[in-house]
């Protein structure tokens, strides 16, 4: 998966927006003003997600493509190397977790919200 793709990616997600918060080179993409996913522009080689904390360290063991956070709090985000070790299917899968992660911890009526959007798209 490259750049083009991953975003392309985020942006079907139901709701999900992009934008630049912390300047032009990092790209972070939020489900209502919260984030589930950032990647620098200067590589477009790695992103970060949120993780469940157990099976963020499930996925650090499994892949030495997945570490912890880079610049994030480690517990609860991996960062995941686009480097062509990983199938398209396992990255969206890490994509998927964070967004539905994010998700889960907003309010009840947002997430109802979302669950709207994603009944019609």
Known sequence: ???????????????????????????????????????????????????????????RERYPEVQPGYHMNKKMWNTVQMNGALTRKQICEMIDHSYNEVVKSLPKKVQAEIAELQAKA
């Open 1 to 59: 998966m490259n750049i083009e793709e991953l975003r392309d990616y985020c942006l079907q997600k139901p709701g999900a927006t992009e934008g630049f918060p912390f300047g032009e080179d990092t790209l972070v993409f939020k489900i209502a003003e919260k984030i589930f996913l950032l990647t620098g522009l200067q590589t477009g080689d790695r992103f970060n997600v949120k993780c469940d904390p157990e099976w963020a360290v499930e996925l």
